[in-house]
Every structure is written in C-alpha cells, then in structure tokens.
C-alpha cells in the first residue's frame, strides 16, 4: 500500500502541484481506501512528508575520481532533484516541525544531504587529494542552492550550481555571477 499511495502522490504533484494533492485523490489514484490514508498519514503535510523521507538517491551521480568534478555532478544533481515538480513542496513538508515532532525531519534531511556531499570527499581523501570540509560545501554549495531554489531566485541553473564549486575549490576566483533580478 505504501508504494502505491507514494508513486500517487508523486504523480499527483507533478500533474497539479502540491498545494492541489488531497488524500481522496490519492487514494483514487493509489486503488485504496481513503480511511486507510487517513489512518496511516493522517494529513497531507505528513504525506508528503514521509515520501520526502522515504525517496532513495537511485540517481544520484557516479563519481568520476575528480573532486571539483564529483562535487558539481553532486550540486546539479542537488539542485535538479529540488527544482524538479514538487522538490521544494516535499523539502518543506520533510522539515515542517509541526508534521511528526518525533521523525527529526530537520536532522533526516540535513544527514541525507550531507551524506551526498560527503561521499566525493571522502573518495578525494582516500586518494590523497586536500579537500575542503563537509561544514564548508554545506555552507558555500548547498546553503546558497536550497535558498534559491526554495525563494525561486532567477539565474539558479547547473552554471550558478558549478560557478559554486569552482568558488569552493578556488578560493581566489570570483563569486557566481548570477545576477538577482526583479521577476
């Protein structure tokens, strides 16, 4: 049942967007009850939530054995699974803190995250190679991302997501140079 119910609200969001998915339509499409989607979910948010929990990193870039390289296959890879339909509606149902106090959404998410970074780090140290800190791409790559994308900032495309690496592992070169315009 819960595939059923997460592959209709994905297909859901992205027919009608998230603030249009409600649970009898969910369950419509999922073949099930809508007293059972009440029972197990109870709310919309708390759906949408745990599909947020529960998506896997199945396309989540290999490594190519370059550490500039695999950290911007892993910011655009970031940023095209946000800016996809319904990547921010899931983003903020997975860290509401009014959805399922006990499920830690806030912390969920920052460990996925950051185990996506971290894997190109890691890999560069193994090889030897002087990589920066896991609290440093959070901070110079990953921070500047999610705030764009979820305040829909123009000029957050794969160029500003690699212009951030490059800012990252060259600390001399300039900032990216996506401008902020009006909409």
């Not at 939530?49 to 500039?68: F, I, N, S, Y």
């Not at 920052?110 to 030897?128: K, M, N, T, Y």
Request: aromatic letters at 6%; hydrophobic letters at 45%; glycine letters at 6%.
């Amino acid at each position: 049942m819960r595939t059923a119910v997460h592959r209709a609200v994905v297909e859901l969001v992205d027919e009608v967007g998230a603030d249009k998915v409600t649970i009898p339509a969910v369950a419509r499409r999922a073949g099930v009850n809508p007293s059972s989607v009440y029972r197990r979910w109870g709310t919309v948010p708390a759906l949408l939530a745990d599909v947020a929990d529960r998506r896997q990193d199945e396309e989540a870039p290999e490594l190519l054995g370059d550490l500039r390289k695999d950290l911007e296959r892993v910011a655009v890879w970031t940023l095209a699974d946000l800016s996809r339909p319904g990547g921010v509606a899931f983003f903020r149902a997975e860290v509401a803190p009014d959805v399922d106090e006990r499920r830690a959404g806030l912390r969920a998410c920052l460990e996925r995250v950051s185990a996506r970074f971290q894997a190109p780090l890691d890999a560069a140290a193994e090889r030897g190679e002087a990589a920066p800190s896991l609290e440093c791409v959070l901070d110079r790559v990953v921070a500047p991302l999610y705030f764009r994308v979820v305040f829909s900032v123009p000029g957050t495309d794969e160029r500003y997501a690699r212009d951030l690496v490059a800012g990252l592992c060259d600390p001399d070169r300039d900032a990216p140079s996506a401008q902020v315009g009006s909409r």
